[in-house]
């Protein structure tokens, strides 16, 4: 048929099992290096110090809580992982693969495994998840910001004095354009252009990308501390939080944290303590895997798990490592007779139902074989060509070699992905090790809650929709069908999970068997179970925990501008409360 534009065939699409696009060019050059004068190595570190907030986790929420603390009190910041500034893997949108891909001990990326099967990531670096994420920045709903009781004009404060560093306006090339016009024209309406806020409808949303593709991080917030009143150790893994019974309560003693064991890259032990004062206090914000990690690992957790690795117990809390929860991410990879730009997420359609729908392109194989590390590389943990299990160094290099061979076109394209709201089933954590840097076993029960399935389905079907819609037509050739292209995501290793012959066509069944996450995972120190509504770990004194451990739900379509914004937040609120009673 003239005209008719023939794909490669199925099966060579089946063979690169791919979901995600490979890297752009492997770019050598490096941001220049940000030298705060506040940041250190821990190994320069003294055996005791003390400071009038201690930090543990400089991530996403703990730069924006630490610079804050600074401008009126001393603050110590105690990261485990190194500096993002000058790695490129982590400055550059065109390289988002890279750490994801990087196995290493260094690696500013912890790949993580939760026994449903499904390949994550965590931080381990300073910013945190800003530094390996995707970018997308978009505010929680009004309806979120109510519910979790925050004051709706400190937090619109609060996400502005966040979005002047590090929010930018996306680019929209022609491939996010196309997947923003199939969005509207499947109904997702109204288009509400270009926005932070959350709403109803198709949009824009911001980036930490600029327009150059540059990341900016939560670290580069940084650069409104205090530098006299600030202290960043890196490479510093906190291993405990010591605690004293001062005073007594009704009668029964009550914990009071006062002090953090940990070491620096030689393995040296430090002990950080607080200043005396009533307004003194440690604060977690080691993300959703490493805060009630940690809380474990000083005594305050369950107390079977304690009991079993030997913990002395501070207070028995069974809820530590509970009601943890992961969006569960679907997506179908359309293959483009055209090239497209790389692209992460820019537009979100936000639906009705619970779903929303996200999208991510790439094109450019400047170095390509000899770039091998992009998420369609055999090396990466998630979206890969070689399953985890079968990642022997021969069978990687075997696989890289095949990838060589393939024309580039099969790489070619986008995904289209969506994540439902919530979600409503939840899951739990449970220490394996005493050791800081061993993973704790995490379980997320990915649609144990039928709505949540719904949800999918109907992400799902909206999908299929904007690829079969007239605006998109041009970025996917005619010859593949949706439920062809349905049928090469259902059949990629995109996880551990076994298949089943109807993967492809019941979409239930597809969005169990093709489950992936978004690394919006949350949960293990929530609001009402494991602290207050102002943060404080109930049950014991000066001790609070801040990051997106403690959201209900994920907030917005994607929670980074919420997770930056409550550090600011509790940062002000916590200044505010010192300097009244001062
Ligand atoms: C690959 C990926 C893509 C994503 N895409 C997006 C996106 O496009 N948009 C979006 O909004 N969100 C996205 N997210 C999610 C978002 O980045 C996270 O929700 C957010 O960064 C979590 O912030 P946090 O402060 O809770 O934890 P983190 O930012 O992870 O911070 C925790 C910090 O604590 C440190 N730490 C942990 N344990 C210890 C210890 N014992 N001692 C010392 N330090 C410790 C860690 O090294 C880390 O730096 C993505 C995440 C990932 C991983
Ligand atoms: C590093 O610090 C010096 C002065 O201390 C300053 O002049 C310079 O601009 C800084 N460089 C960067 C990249 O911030
Ligand atoms: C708090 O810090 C700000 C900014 O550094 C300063 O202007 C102010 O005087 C400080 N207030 C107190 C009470 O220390
Ligand atoms: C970047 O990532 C690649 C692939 O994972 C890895 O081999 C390389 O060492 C990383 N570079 C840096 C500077 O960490
Ligand atoms: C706990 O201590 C007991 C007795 O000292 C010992 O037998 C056991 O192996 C320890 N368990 C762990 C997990 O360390
Ligand atoms: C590489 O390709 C060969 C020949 O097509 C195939 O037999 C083999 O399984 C492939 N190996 C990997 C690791 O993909
Ligand atoms: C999906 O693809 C596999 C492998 O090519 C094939 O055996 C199967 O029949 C296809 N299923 C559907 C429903 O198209
Ligand atoms: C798909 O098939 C499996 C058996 O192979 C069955 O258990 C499951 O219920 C089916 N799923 C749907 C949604 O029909």
């Known amino acids: 048929m003239v005209g008719r534009r023939s794909a490669p065939s199925v099966a060579y699409f089946l063979v690169t099992h791919a979901l995600f696009f490979l890297l752009a060019c492997r770019l050598s050059a490096s941001q220049q290096a940000r030298n705060y004068t506040f940041v250190h190595d821990a190994r320069t570190a003294p055996e005791i110090s003390y400071y009038d907030y201690i930090i543990v ?15 009126n009190a001393t603050v110590l910041v105690l990261e485990r992982g190194g500096s993002p500034y ?27 495994i939760s026994e449903d099967g499904v390949i994550n990531a965590r931080a381990r670096v300073l910013g945190g998840g800003s530094c390996l994420n995707a970018g997308f920045y978009s505010r929680a709903e009004a309806d979120y910001i109510r519910d979790v009781g925050w004051n709706s004009e400190l937090a619109k404060q609060s996400y502005e004095w966040v979005e002047k560093k590090v929010a930018f306006q996306p680019p929209m090339k022609q491939w996010q354009s196309a997947v923003r016009d199939g969005l509207i024209d499947a109904g997702v309406l109204p288009n509400n252009g270009f ?10 949303g911001g980036s930490i990308f600029d327009t150059a593709g540059h990341r900016h991080t939560a670290a580069d917030l940084l650069d409104y501390a205090n530098p006299d009143g600030l ?15 001062r005073g007594t309560q009704e009668g029964k003693a009550r914990p009071t944290a006062h002090a953090v064991v940990f070491r620096d890259s030689t393995g040296a032990k ?29 005594g305050v957790g369950p107390v079977d798990q304690l009991k079993a690795h030997n913990i002395t117990v501070v207070l028995d809390q069974p809820m530590v490592g509970q009601l943890m929860s992961d969006n569960p991410m679907n997506a179908v990879f359309v293959p483009s007779p055209v090239p497209v730009e790389v692209s992460l997420i820019e537009v979100v359609g936000i639906t009705h139902f619970g779903s929303y729908i996200e999208a991510a392109s790439g094109a450019n194989f400047g170095s390509f074989p000899d770039n091998d590390y992009g998420l369609f590389s055999p090396k990466i943990g998630q979206l890969s060509t070689l399953p985890p299990k079968q990642r022997t160094p021969e069978a990687l290099e075997r696989a890289i070699y095949n990838m060589s061979k393939l024309d580039r076109a099969a790489f070619r394209g986008g995904f289209i992905l969506e994540k439902i709201m919530g979600p409503i089933s939840t899951g739990h954590l449970e220490l394996t090790s005493k050791n800081p840097n061993v993973n704790p076993s995490v379980t997320f029960n990915y649609f144990k809650h039928p709505e949540d399935l719904a949800r999918c389905v109907q992400g799902m079907s909206t999908i299929e929709r904007v690829i079969g819609s007239k605006p998109f037509s041009k970025f996917r050739y005619d010859t593949l069908s949706v439920p062809q292209l349905l049928n090469m995501t259902a059949t990629a290793p995109v996880n551990l999970l076994p298949r089943h012959s109807n993967s492809s066509v019941s979409l239930e069944q597809f969005c169990k068997d093709t ?13 009402g179970a494991v602290v207050d509504r102002d943060y404080k770990v109930i049950g014991v004194d000066a001790l609070r925990v801040i990051d997106g451990s403690t959201f209900n739900a994920s907030p917005g379509t994607n929670p980074q501008a919420t997770v930056m914004m409550l550090g600011r937040y509790m940062g002000v609120t916590m200044l505010t409360k010192r300097l009244a009673s001062a």
Request: charged content about 10%; overall charge neutral.
């Open 57 to 71: 986790g400089g991530g996403t929420a703990g730069c924006p809580l630490a610079a804050t603390l600074s401008q």
């Open 86 to 112: 000058g790695d490129p893997n982590i400055t550059y949108l065109a390289n988002f693969g890279a750490p994801l891909a990087d196995a290493s001990p260094s690696s500013p990326s912890q790949r993580f």
């Open 195 to 204: 926005t932070y806020d959350h709403m109803y409808g198709t949009k824009v």
């Open 231 to 245: 202290t960043v150790l890196l490479k510093a893994t906190a291993h405990k939080v010591l605690f004293h019974t």
């Open 270 to 298: 430090h002990r950080a303590y607080l200043n005396s004062g009533a307004h003194n206090e440690i604060i977690i914000s080691a993300g959703s895997l490493g805060s009630p990690q940690l809380l474990i690992l000083s």
């Open 515 to 527: 489950v992936m996450t978004i690394w919006h995972y949350h949960g293990g120190c929530q609001v």
